[in-house]
């Protein structure tokens, strides 16, 4: 499988393939070499991912304390799994915040990720102080169709 066709060159794609009748999008993200999401929340959604090809790195993160939660120590990682093809993981607000990275220089990835119930913004954090920020939900393409002039330029 590849998605090099719709892979920009500093960013991960997400397409979306069905709105599963406004119970659970899903999605196919498409990752260049040293692609990598930002640190983020799911907005209280199950978010299960399959590995399709490649291999992926997803580093869990704690939540940060308190309400205005930036840190001189930043973000404390808690775990970290390689997924390789057909490989499966699981994330909820309830287990921490996450980041998923192609640590590869050289390879694409390909996953299939499966949000419920849907959402349009989550947060994203900085790993560094732990600020966080809202940040809305972009795709690449949608139904198989690119989206008109791509996902702005802020989109996380």
Same mark, same amino acid.
């Given at each position: 499988m590849q998605c090099s066709d719709t892979t920009q060159s500093h960013k991960y794609t997400r397409n979306l393939v069905d709105e599963g009748n406004g119970k659970f999008n899903l999605m196919?993200?498409?990752?260049?070499? &040293? %692609? /990598? &999401? /930002?640190? %983020?929340? %799911?907005?209280?959604? +199950?978010?299960?991912?399959?590995?399709?090809a490649g291999s992926l790195q997803e580093v869990r993160f704690e939540w940060p304390k308190g309400e205005e939660a930036e840190t001189e120590e930043g973000? =404390?990682?808690i775990d970290r799994n390689v997924l390789k093809p057909n490989g499966v993981?699981?994330?909820?607000?309830?287990?921490?915040? +996450?980041? =998923?990275?192609?640590?590869? +220089? &050289?390879?694409?990835? =390909? &996953?299939l990720h499966l949000y419920c119930p849907p959402f349009s913004?989550?947060?994203i954090f900085d790993e560094r102080t732990g600020k966080?920020?809202?940040c809305p939900v972009t795709f690449w393409s949608k139904f198989g169709k690119k989206v008109e002039n791509g996902p702005p330029k802020s989109a996380c």
């Open positions: 196919l993200l498409c990752w260049g070499p &040293s %692609h /990598t &999401s /930002t640190i %983020h929340d %799911h907005a209280d959604a +199950h978010c299960f991912m399959k590995m399709l973000m =404390v990682e993981c699981y994330i909820n607000d309830s287990l921490g915040l +996450h980041r =998923v990275e192609n640590a590869s +220089h &050289s390879e694409g990835a =390909v &996953s913004a989550c947060q966080k920020m809202k």
